[in-house]
């Protein structure tokens, strides 16, 4: 049983994957979590089932709010929970952590503060901005700035900061942001000086406008967006020219809307996430085991009396897989049996166990895996496996009848259609009609039909009308087009990583050109 304490954990600056490797795993054994509101809700997801999560807000509450996050800390520790307050960038820097650590001090509650990217660092340098550069000046300032509505300029000496040579970095309120740059304006610091504006640092939402400081001021004072931001004066922000890299990539701010089950879409999510995308998470099924495990144990057992196993999904390959080394009997047991897998996919999940695949179709169509299997030699007299969803497509094993053939098809794995927003999800339906999602990738025809079945089918036709739609294979696609969904993106190989690179394809040249402050 884990003993009481209180984990004071910066979370980092935005993106969820900039949380340390110590922060994380303090996460995954929390019994609650206090978490600002500004945290990703990404990172949430790594709680053990059945923690607690309480949304406290924004990082800076009023003294009054913060009593309370304090009593509340303290009160959940005292219970003999483990707790993690998750703060936005770092606990100790421009934050109440120094604060909240203190308060448990005085109850003698232990605690630990696990540090994070401070926000003003982590934006820099996803913007491309040294805050140190060789020729960049002696000093680097951080000056805070009030998150919230307030707009009294932070009690600094703006002359004495005016005239140091180095860089500047301000934590701005939307409403502090123009008196900061006018005291620094007035008490002399060079017009002409580089500076650059940055919002949402480290997200796929990040955008940095470039200028000199009253280019920079100007903007500020005629624009009618008000956000929290990061500006950074000096030199070394000319750098961004030259050093840019995280909002250079191919699908940068794209939303692209994941509608593959959750346990099975990390790698998918993790290569958007590489390319610059913002993935929206919807899962449209569930994968859940078979009603009964009867008929697919009995085919575990007796397999060495089929010649081909035919799987047509990862997920048959799992379930099957699973049920095999559940038993008595190891992949020994296949050792006669000829294995057909549809998708370099399909094959590759086989390579997990150390097994290559017999037969690797050029389509993973029905028509092509007959064919394929044909050219083998005649299927007459054999006898085939097909281990499948419950809501699979019958056509391989009607084919193989009626040449002769004997089938046994069981039920691996079923599918179950799941409502995403009921989940905890976005609320996809608006965000499509809003016109905010770029991208609606689908990767299994059950994907489709739950999609549909959850926006009724003429409205998910109308809805994806203006939207791009991407689908994994023909199959899938074929689906699609069934219930007048259009997909204009399938890749060749039926992939992730080849549904990745006609996503790219497609929006090649699109990206986001870095703003001037002119």
């Known amino acids: 049983m884990n003993e009481s304490i209180v984990y004071l954990i910066g979370a980092g600056p935005g993106n969820p994957e900039l949380i340390t490797v110590r922060g994380l795993r303090c996460l995954a054994d929390a019994d609650v979590i206090l978490y600002d509101h500004l945290v990703h809700p990404r990172l949430l997801r790594a709680a053990k089932p059945g923690a607690e999560k309480i949304d406290v807000g924004m990082p800076a509450p009023s003294p009054l709010d913060q009593e309370a996050i304090c009593y509340l800390m303290a009160d959940k520790a005292v219970e003999g929970k483990v707790v993690v307050r998750l703060k936005w960038g770092d606990p100790f820097i421009w934050d109440s952590g120094g604060s909240e650590a203190l308060f448990l001090h005085e109850r003698e509650i232990p605690f630990e503060v696990v540090p994070g990217i401070p926000a003003a660092m982590g934006a820099a340098a996803y913007s491309g901005i040294p805050l140190t550069y060789p020729g960049g000046g002696d000093t680097l300032t951080f000056v805070r700035g009030n998150e ?224 394929a299997l044909l050219e083998v030699g005649d299927v007459a007299g054999l006898r085939f496996l097909l281990p499948r969803a419950d809501i699979g497509r019958e056509v391989i094993g009607e084919e193989l009848r009626k040449r002769g053939a004997a089938v046994e098809e069981v039920i691996a794995y079923r599918t179950v259609a799941i409502d995403p927003e009921h989940e905890g999800e976005p609320d996809v339906y608006r965000m499509l009609l809003d016109r905010r999602i770029d991208l609606v990738t689908f990767t299994s025809p059950s994907s489709v039909r739950s999609f549909a079945e959850l926006y009724g089918a003429d409205a998910a036709a109308d809805l994806l009308h203006a939207t791009a739609v991407a689908a994994i294979g023909p199959v899938t696609a074929e689906a699609a087009s069934q219930l007048g969904i259009n997909c204009s993106i399938v890749p060749t190989q039926y992939t992730i990583p080849a549904l990745c690179t006609a996503i790219v394809k497609h929006f090649e040249g699109t990206g986001a050109p870095d703003e001037q402050a002119r």
Request: with cysteine.
């Open 148 to 371: 919230g509505s307030a707009n009294t300029l932070p009690d600094v000496d703006w002359a004495s900061l005016a005239t140091l040579d180095g860089t500047i970095v301000c934590y701005a309120g939307p409403d502090q942001l123009p008196e900061m740059l006018s005291a620094l304006l007035k008490a002399g610091r060079p017009e002409d000086d580089t500076a650059a504006l940055i919002y949402d640092g480290t997200l796929p939402t990040q955008h940095t406008t470039l200028g000199t400081l009253a280019e920079i001021a100007y903007l500020v004072n005629n624009r009618t967006e008000r956000r929290p931001a990061i500006l950074v004066i000096g030199r070394v922000a000319a750098l961004r020219e030259h050093l840019r890299w995280f909002d250079t990539r191919p699908l940068f701010g794209k939303r692209v809307l994941v509608t593959r089950p959750r346990e099975q879409s990390a790698e998918f999510v993790a290569q958007l996430q590489a390319l610059g995308a913002d993935p929206i998470e919807a899962p449209m099924i569930r994968i859940v085991p078979p009603t009964d495990f009867g008929p697919l144990d009995e085919a575990c057992s007796s397999i060495d009396q089929f010649d081909w196993a035919v799987f047509t999904s990862g997920n048959a390959v799992d379930a099957f897989m699973g049920r095999l080394l559940g038993s008595d009997a190891d992949v020994r047991a296949l050792n006669h049996v000829r294995l057909c897998a549809i998708g370099a996919g399909t094959a590759e999940r086989f390579t997990r166990f150390g097994i290559k695949v017999d037969l690797l179709p050029a389509e993973s169509r029905a028509e092509s895996v007959i064919q």
